[in-house]
């Protein structure tokens, strides 16, 4: 029944695993099959609150013409409110968008040709919070919307500036008749132009005669004037210069003698300074060496002020250092003072006591410890043995009960066949009861209490046993080991806190007065356990294994004569019962058998507890004899530390006496490196203007020592200065004598020149008077001349540029004339129309040729959506026959690749169906290629990972969920791992089923990649299947692993 209602299960679930896929996917791609046909249920909120204008004397009303047109548009599902109703509705999401007409939306459309146009706003608000997608969707709307609005206005803009074209024609026209009457008059004016020509040429010939004669005038009138005045003044100042001029001839007479004089005395002074120059050389050249000695001296002073101010800063900051750490240092010393006085009171002789009993305590506490364990031990596997009993006592039962059972049904079988026969009737009669005979002997009455009882009473033996080590703890009484604490606490002078500190801490350390009887009547108590233990685990009811064999053979011995009777007389049905009853008694042997060596290898545990019990006493003995040796060990460490007290208080006193002598030190220390860190600060602080004194004194040093080199280079040229003056200065002595004796000729003439002078400066100044006077009258008549003849030339070269432009105005007026006449002509032969406006508005249109024809976005989505579901059922079909153990096979291999490929071709061709598959066959054939690859895929990761291959496979499928599922362009998935779309299978598959299902046919891509990958694939993993198949071994181990 069980095999049956199995049978059911796996082929229901192999029934759903065929179908589901198809359900999902019809599902999945109905659901999505067409949302953007449906936009015209898009709720759009339409707030129109514009006011209307008067535009050229017509009215203009944009965002009522707005209202209109989207009343007959059915792309969005406008809703025409007012500006509180759709806030309302958009607050409680009834809307995704809401679109506003502002008030002065009509009043910018009119500002086109204004200085400062205004551009108009059609103001939009979404709710994204609704749905993303359908706010996408109010936002095209909306930019259609606004495309719209603004032809509607370009061809109005363009109407208008119709209009005013062609009241720009019929002014064309009125100007044109303007410019023929400017043409015919300009004719006139160039007639009278020529006679004007003739005058004006006459005139400039004359002109030209006189401003050639007059030109000359000025000049020679300006050349008397100025001889006349150079004349006058020189003479005026010759009549001022004559009379200092007899004067100074005096003076400088007298100037000149004593000139004579100074000079003899100039030139014995020169005389004497060039006899002194020559040791002046000598004696600079001497301080010039010693001032370069001096500067490099000071220089390397100057190189060394830094080392210098770098180790004054260093003594200083290590004086401070030491100052400090002195302090610390005498603080020390006082603190170790301190402590030597306590130190020699004798807390070192007792914590060196104390820390040897302690050393002592922990030698027993281990000892102690090791008795404790093995008792422990002891308890530990006695309950061991006592569950292990019981559940194999449990588990004996149950196997005797079972095979007890299968006897009698298969001797009732055996009865029953047996039916028609007396003979075989008596030999049944007898089976049965030897059977009955051995189940007795096997299942017994109370078999399993008793032995209940007597583990239970072995476990509380042990328990009291343990209580009876723990009691025991060393080999002194309490009494003595408080005797010992009182030796040591009178022999180290301890305080009574510390007395009593240490007996507390040795408190119950002592056995107790009753522990060697407990421990024998527990001995005593887990024999006597034992031994009933194994008592109750022997055969039962005395039977034992030779008994139970001799039941078997006689058992088996009726059944064979039962079976040659059944033979002869019912055949094969006989047969097969007395089989089953022979089979059946063997086993209740093999129960017996194994209750034998059960009991056995019981006994034997019991008998090791009884000596583990019986031997206990020597190896506790042992331990504490141990106890009772540390503890003597621990007294003789406590009498020698004793006898050392005394020298180490000498020692202590030692110390004491050095620590007060160099507390009684300490402040002359602390002082003298006070005192050192002043100076060395004081010494610090003026370091900076040691430095800068050096720095100067070697600059100045470098100045003279320059200055020094100069002079010396120069007395050479003071030398022979020096001798050249003196030898001139005899000279200039000579000069001067002859220049005295000149002087006193001159001035004797002086009085006849003063009176010529001022004859001569008086007839100059009349002469000077009147050229000045005819000079000035001279260029006002020579400029009049000059600017007649001027504005003659000008006249006379500009008059046939008047008369050229008489004929440029006359040709320019018929040129204009003919130009507005032909510019009026060509705006009336213009259509202005109202379809040219609409062209205006709308230049272009858009013309859309599908290569392949998607109808909707279901089509879109369909071939993702067969590829991920048919990628899941085989994943399924996988788990399932995993989960059964149905891939060990060959065979069982190549039924699941059959399901596989069952599946996917019933998911592809319902879809194809469904969806009108152009190319069915090859949507058909690609789905399963797929299909088979990715079974391959997923088996050779289930073959040689494991379960582990459940986290890959689904690795995989989120990746290609993510980057390859072909509803967005693999270019716009800004991830990491969108690069890796190219290396998944489902890339190429997806490809490959769309192509099918448009119909633009299979592409080089899905050929050349898709398809020789998947064929590869195939190839490669099946061998890898076929190696993992070939060595069942290695199965084995792979399926107990996981």
Not at 478 to 494: C, G, L, N, Y
Not at 806 to 821: D, E, I, P, R, S
Not at 1016 to 1038: D, Q, T
């Amino acid at each position: 029944m069980k095999q049956m209602k199995r049978k059911y299960v796996v082929g229901g679930v192999l029934v759903a695993g065929l179908v589901l896929p198809v359900v999902c996917a019809g599902l999945v791609i109905h659901s999505f099959w067409d949302p953007f046909g449906q936009t015209a249920k898009l709720p759009v909120a339409v707030v129109n609150e514009d006011q209307p204008v008067t535009y050229q004397g017509k009215r203009l009303a944009v965002g009522q013409q707005v209202v209109s047109q989207l009343k007959h548009n059915h792309e969005l599902g406008w809703r025409f409110l007012s500006a509180r109703e759709a806030a309302a509705g958009m607050k409680h999401n009834r809307y995704y968008t809401v679109v506003t007409i502002p008030k002065n939306f009509s009043q910018r459309a009119t500002t086109v040709t204004d200085s400062q146009p205004q551009q108009m706003k059609l103001t939009y608000q979404t709710n994204a919070s609704l749905n993303y997608i359908g706010e996408i969707i109010s936002q095209t709307g909306a930019s259609q919307l606004n495309t719209a609005v603004k032809r509607a206005v370009t061809k109005a803009y363009a109407l208008s500036m119709f209009q005013q074209i062609k009241s720009s024609g019929r002014g064309f026209q009125t100007a044109a008749k303007g410019a023929t009457q400017l043409k015919d008059g300009t004719v006139t004016l160039a007639d009278g132009m020529n006679t004007y020509t003739t005058g004006v040429t006459k005139v400039k010939n004359g002109l030209l005669q006189l401003s050639t004669k007059v030109a000359q005038l000025p000049t020679g009138v300006r050349q008397l004037r100025t001889g006349s005045g150079q004349i006058s003044a020189g003479l005026g100042t010759l009549q001022t210069k004559v009379q200092p001029l007899a004067s100074g001839a005096s003076q400088l007479s007298a100037g000149a003698d004593r000139l004579a004089t100074g000079s003899g005395q100039v030139e014995a002074g020169l005389q004497q300074l060039s006899v002194k120059t020559q040791p002046l050389v000598s004696g600079v050249q001497r301080l010039t060496t010693g001032s370069s000695q001096v500067t490099a001296g000071l220089e390397k002073l100057n190189r060394k002020t830094g080392a210098l101010a770098s180790g004054v800063v260093q003594l200083a900051d290590g004086s401070q250092a030491l100052a400090v750490s002195t302090t610390c240092y005498v603080n020390g010393v006082y603190q170790v003072n301190t402590g030597l006085h306590t130190l020699a009171t004798g807390a070192q002789s007792l914590s060196q006591a104390i820390d040897q009993l302690a050393a002592g305590s922990q030698t027993l506490a281990g000892q102690v410890a090791a008795g404790k364990t093995g008792v422990t031990t002891l308890g530990t596997s006695v309950e061991a043995l006592t569950t292990q009993s019981a559940s194999g006592s449990a588990g004996l039962s149950l196997l005797a009960g079972q095979a007890s059972q299968k006897l009698k049904q298969d001797l009732g079988t055996l009865s029953a066949a047996l039916s028609g026969s007396n003979q075989s009737a008596s030999r049944l009669s007898r089976v049965q009861d030897k059977a009955n005979q051995l189940s007795g002997q096997l299942t017994g009455n109370d078999e399993s209490s008793t032995t209940a009882q007597a583990a239970s009473k072995l476990k509380t033996a042990v328990a009291q046993l343990d209580a009876g080590d723990q009691a025991t703890h060393t080999g002194m009484t309490q009494a003595e080991i408080t005797a010992k604490v009182s030796s040591v606490a009178a022999a180290t002078k301890m305080t009574a806190d510390q007395k009593a500190a240490m007996t507390s801490a040795l408190a119950g350390a002592g056995q107790t007065a009753s522990a060697d009887t407990a421990t024998s009547s527990a001995k005593t108590a887990v024999s006597t356990a034992a031994n009933d233990l194994v008592k109750a685990s022997g055969p039962t009811s005395g039977t034992d294994q030779t008994a139970v064999k001799q039941t078997v053979t006689s058992l088996k011995r009726d059944v064979a004569a039962l079976a040659a009777q059944g033979t002869a007389d019912q055949g094969s049905s006989v047969q097969a019962a007395l089989a089953a009853v022979a089979q059946d008694a063997t086993a209740l042997q093999g129960v017996f058998a194994q209750a034998q060596t059960l009991m056995a290898t019981q006994n034997a545990a019991l008998g090791k507890i009884n000596a583990g019990v019986n031997g206990k006493d020597s190896g506790l003995v042992a331990r504490y004899q141990k106890l009772i040796t540390g503890t003597q060990q621990l007294d003789a460490g406590l009498q020698q530390t004793h006898t050392k007290v005394p020298t180490l208080a000498a020692g202590i006193n030692q110390l004491v006496d050095g620590g007060q002598k160099l507390t009684a030190n300490g402040p002359a220390l602390i002082e003298g490196t006070q005192k050192l860190a002043a100076g060395t600060g004081q010494l610090n602080g003026q370091i900076p203007t040691l430095t800068g004194g050096v720095t100067r004194l070697v600059a100045g040093s470098l100045q003279v020592t320059d200055g020094l080199g100069l002079l010396n280079g120069q007395l050479p040229a003071l030398t022979s200065g020096v001798t050249q003056l003196t030898s001139g200065s005899g000279q200039v002595h000579a000069g001067a004598q002859q220049l005295a004796g000149g002087l006193g000729q001159l001035t004797g003439q002086v009085p006849t020149l003063i009176a010529g002078v001022s004859k001569l400066a008086n007839g100059s100044n009349r002469l000077t008077t009147g050229l000045t006077t005819l000079d000035q009258q001279a260029p006002q008549l020579v400029s009049g001349v000059q600017q007649l003849a001027t504005g003659s030339q000008h006249l006379a070269a500009n008059s046939p540029k008047l008369i050229a432009g008489a004929h440029k105005l006359t040709t320019g007026n018929g040129k204009l004339a003919t130009a507005l006449q032909g510019g009026a002509d060509k705006v009336k032969a213009t259509p202005l129309t109202s379809r040219t406006a609409a062209m205006f508005a709308s230049p272009a249109t858009l013309s859309h040729e599908r290569f392949s024809d998607v109808p909707n976005f279901g089509h879109a989505i369909a071939p993702f959506v067969v590829v991920m579901v048919t990628f899941l059922g085989l994943t399924g079909l996988v788990a399932g026959f995993d989960y059964r153990k149905q891939l060990r096979t060959p065979r069982q291999l190549a039924t699941l690749t059959g399901w596989t490929l069952l599946q996917a071709l019933i998911t592809s061709a319902g879809m194809a169906i469904m969806l009108h598959a152009a190319q069915p066959l090859a949507f058909m054939s690609l789905t399963g290629l797929f299909a088979l690859a990715v079974l391959v895929v997923e088996l050779v990761l289930r073959f040689f990972m494991g379960r582990a291959a459940v986290l890959v496979v689904g690795v995989l499928f989120f990746l290609q969920l993510c980057v390859a599922n072909g509803i967005f362009p693999v270019q716009t998935v800004k991830t990491l791992y969108a690069p890796l779309a190219k290396f998944l299978p489902i890339t190429y598959a997806n490809l490959g089923l769309t192509e099918a299902l448009n119909g633009t046919g299979i592409s080089t891509a899905v050929l050349t990649m898709g398809i020789s990958a998947a064929v590869v694939i195939i190839v490669v993993g099946s061998a890898l299947i076929g190696f993992k198949i070939m060595r069942p071994n290695e199965s084995v181990v792979n399926e107990a692993q996981d």
